[in-house]
């Protein structure tokens, strides 16, 4: 149900620039041939430089708008309803008048409880009257169809029983963004004669008898990819974070976080055991205000000089589909010889004219970013992670993180699905492939996004990002909404 | 023609309905506790009607008189002539 709004932003329908359907190209911002003195490349091709002046700041355009306040108060009201009557059910489940069909714990003799807490409140009164909407099992190739089995509630969300049916919809909501997570053609001849040959389990990590020569081929590509000199992949998306940060920073260093990081970066930041300072979301006064008190003051007590500085950024926020203003943290990065840790999970393969991430996007040089990671599960349809940067960064992550030494080693045929994946974007094995689901990418973002602004939706993040946060406030319209989107 | 007139009441209602349901989180709730809830609010609202049919105009019409009576329209009127004569007598 659209929010109603009578009004559209003019200015976002103005300058996605579709009038043919044709994907925009970055030399739509050359108009006048000259920007601050710097000479723009040629028509149809970009510098490949970062330039300075307003280009990227042009194309540059975020939206997060207001929640307007009958729509804020409406939905405070509608949860305070629902937690009344969650504390008069909880009451007369307590005293036994209802019967209780929560997991409650065993409360021994003696004992503290282990799990009380008001999360479990939430979950048993609100959550789980609409918990149909999410965590919803299917029965085919996660791809861009799927078969969602049907479930069907007799006691109102606390039991589901499967009725047998399956219904066919089409995927919005997995990060499927080019299309690779299928059981196609293009990459399932080749993982299935890699699993033939090479098994499925590899049973041992990479320093013991787990490293194939498939690991070695795929490295390599990866560092090629991004171009960088040498790369290292970690079977698990957020083990890459989580495990990977203790062994680059420790006690006695500051990292600078952005407000909106992953939880694999904050849980990482936290067992580094440095000192972790957060600095509002994208804003670079703020950014720049905090790197230069550290530097000036040091360490807090002791005022000593620190021993690294790292800033943390994504380069799209997942929950927001905001892009971070990358030239401008690598200008300040330059300025106070910081370091600097780019994630780029839902970006590399999804943005920037080649696919090749934000970095790719904003034009800049590969080896500003110090560490560049990423993730496998989102753009190449398979999973685990990846960290490039320079040949001597990589030598010290292959001796010294967990994931290297005490993971398992990624599984054969995942490995292949991304060397298979990897070469169709890079245009070495089926180019026209790859554009196309590139170009396709950007156009579905630019249309989905026009689309929603026109019937009224408010939707946050930056026009280019394929991450599209619709947001609906209420929790019976999400749950409306979800029924109706599954049943449809 | 009737029919059809209230056919679209019968629709007009049964919207306006969905949505004060969907808005207020009374969809997602069982059908007991709807019924709680709506029985609740109908005798909220009904009370609420009952009081501004009953009482507003004579509470309207209660304040109206206490403006008049503080201000001093009517009584000072009176006292104007009563000085007008007492004036007459001393002089």
């Known amino acids: ?26 030399t739509n911002g050359h108009k006048n041939g000259h920007t601050n003195g710097y000479k723009n490349g040629t028509n149809g091709k970009t510098n490949g430089k970062s330039e300075k002046g307003g280009r990227w700041q042009d194309d540059f355009e975020e939206y997060f708008e207001e929640t307007p306040y009958h729509i804020a108060i409406l939905t405070y009201l509608g949860y305070a309803l629902m937690v009344f009557i969650g504390h008069v059910r909880d009451f007369l489940r307590y005293y036994g008048i209802e019967q209780d069909k929560s ?43 799927i078969d969602v089995q049907e ?3 007799h006691d109102h969300g606390w039991n589901f029983e499967m009725t047998g049916k399956t219904l066919k919809v089409m995927n919005f909501g997995s990060y499927n963004y080019l299309g690779f997570a299928e059981n196609k053609e293009l990459c399932g001849r080749d993982v299935q004669r890699v699993t033939e040959k090479y098994g499925v389990g590899t049973c041992a990590s990479r320093q013991e008898l787990g490293y194939l020569d498939i690991h070695r081929e795929l490295d390599s590509l990866v560092a090629d990819f991004l171009g960088t000199e ?40 936290r067992l580094t055991g440095a000192l972790i300072r957060v600095y509002k979301h994208n804003d670079m006064k703020d950014l720049e205000h905090k790197l230069r008190d550290a530097v000036c003051e040091g360490q807090p007590r002791t005022h000593r000089p620190w021993k690294k500085i790292l800033i943390v950024v994504e380069g799209v926020y997942s929950m927001e589909g905001s892009l971070a203003r ?45 560490i560049m990671m990423g993730t496998f599960t989102k753009s190449f349809g398979a999973c685990g992670g990846y960290i490039a940067g320079s040949k001597r960064l990589i030598r010290h992550l292959r001796a010294n993180s967990h994931s290297a030494i005490y993971s398992c080693s990624m599984s054969p045929p995942v490995t292949q699905q991304i060397i298979s994946t990897m070469s169709c974007i890079m245009g070495r094995t089926n180019p026209q492939e790859g554009r196309r689901r590139i170009q396709q990418l950007k156009w579905n973002t630019r249309y989905f996004r026009k689309g929603l602004h026109e019937r009224g939706f408010i939707i946050y993040g930056n026009k280019d990002s394929p991450v599209v946060p619709l ?12 029924r109706e989107c599954v049943l449809m | 023609m009737l029919q059809r007139l209230w056919r679209h009441l019968a629709d007009t209602l ?16 069982e059908p007991a506790e709807r019924y709680v809830i709506n029985s609740v609010v109908i005798v909220v609202v009904s009370l609420l009607v009952y009081a ?40």
């Open chain 1, 151 to 153: 479930r069907v509630t």
């Open chain 1, 230 to 269: 040498a790369a290292i992949t970690v079977p698990m998306g957020f083990a890459t974070n989580s495990m990977n940060m203790p062994a680059l920073v420790s006690k006695g260093c500051l990292i600078l976080s952005d407000e909106l990081n992953h939880a694999s970066l904050i849980l990482g930041s």
């Open chain 1, 103 to 145: 997991c409650t714990e065993s409360n021994q003799e003696d004992y503290v409880p282990l799990y009380q807490n008001w999360e479990s409140f939430y979950t048993r009164n609100v959550y789980r009257r609409i918990r149909d909407c999410w965590n919803i099992p299917i029965a085919s190739c996660a791809g861009s169809h």
């Open chain 1, 326 to 370: 990358l030239p401008e943290i690598v200008s300040l990065k330059k300025k106070y010889k910081a370091y600097l840790y780019l994630d780029e999970a839902h970006s590399v393969g999804a943005m920037g004219p080649h696919g090749r991430g934000v970095v790719d996007h904003f034009g800049l040089d590969p080896h500003d970013v110090d």
């Open chain 2, 14 to 29: 049964r919207h306006a309905y969905f949505h004060y349901s969907v808005i207020l989180c009374i969809a997602i709730l």
């Open chain 2, 52 to 91: 501004t049919v009953v009482y507003m105009p004579g509470h309207v019409t209660m304040l109206c008189q206490c403006f008049v009576h503080l201000t001093g329209i009517r009584s000072h009127g009176d006292s104007v002539g009563q000085r007008g004569t007492t004036s007459a007598t001393i002089s």
């Open chain 1, 471 to 482: 947001l609906i406030y209420m929790p019976s319209k999400i749950a409306l909404f979800s």
């Open chain 1, 1 to 26: 149900m659209a929010t109603g709004r009578g009004e559209t932003r003019t200015s976002t329908v103005e300058n996605t620039k579709m009038s043919n359907g044709q994907p925009r190209n970055y």
